[in-house]
């Protein structure tokens, strides 16, 4: 048996990473909840949960931004 | 070879630095035009295609440029940030919200502040990137496109 050719090697390895880039968009679209995340100086972050009160407050806050900001301008 | 004392240069270095920075004009949010935001913030919508609307504020929470509706952005900017600033025990300096219905990113950076509203899915790291080299620019003077030069 012969072995494959060269470019059908990188061709199937690009097409192998390509499917796993689509997949994990795939995954993470789904799994991607709504999140509030505040950052300090020095990178310190901290997470916020929506049901706690900050966590509250900044959606309530960021969803009247969205909604000044309408639907998207552009195509 | 002839050496200079650690204490000689060390005072050298604070002495210059001290110059270095005297010289520095100051971050000072009153001398940004509203015609350099105004242009800025085309940039950065132009820089962003997931970008639906954006304001840059000065540091009194005035808008500056706006996308449209500037005095809601002021006041619902001014909110996020009242809020934001409450969750710590310090000032924020970057905020970013991700909804259903989109995404809230605002920066505060040398005394401006920055506000982007997105399609969900955006690429956080590469706006807040944009947003502070358009902030910065705008800070020192410039029309905020300072990284369209080096791009």
């Known amino acids: 048996m012969t072995p494959p050719k060269p470019h059908r090697v990188l061709l199937d390895r690009v097409s192998g990473y390509a499917d796993e880039a689509a997949a994990y968009m795939r995954r993470r679209r ?23 009160v900050a966590g509250g407050e900044l959606f309530v806050a960021a969803g009247r931004l969205i909604e000044v900001a309408g639907k998207r301008a552009r195509s | 070879m002839a050496q200079t004392a650690t204490t000689t240069i060390q005072e050298a270095r604070a002495r210059d630095t001290v110059g270095i920075l005297a010289e520095m004009p100051d971050a000072t949010t009153d001398a940004v035009s509203g015609g350099a935001a105004e242009g800025a913030l085309a940039y950065l919508t ?49 905020v970013h919200v991700a909804t259903e219905q989109g995404e809230v990113f605002a920066m505060r950076h040398d005394g401006l502040t920055a506000i982007a509203v997105t399609d969900r899915f955006a690429l956080a790291s590469l706006l807040f990137f944009d947003m502070r080299s358009v902030l910065r620019d705008l800070a020192r003077g410039g029309d905020g496109r300072a990284g369209e030069a080096a791009s």
């Open chain 1, 30 to 52: 789904v799994a991607r909840r709504p999140f509030a995340r505040l950052y300090y100086s020095g990178g310190r972050g901290s997470d916020h949960a929506a049901d706690s």
């Open chain 2, 46 to 94: 132009e820089m962003s295609p997931d970008l639906r609307g954006g304001a840059i504020l000065d540091s009194t929470g005035s808008v500056l440029a706006a996308s449209d509706h500037a005095d809601r952005w002021s006041e619902d900017a001014r909110v996020l940030l009242e809020v934001a600033d409450r969750a710590g025990d310090e000032p924020v300096q970057q």
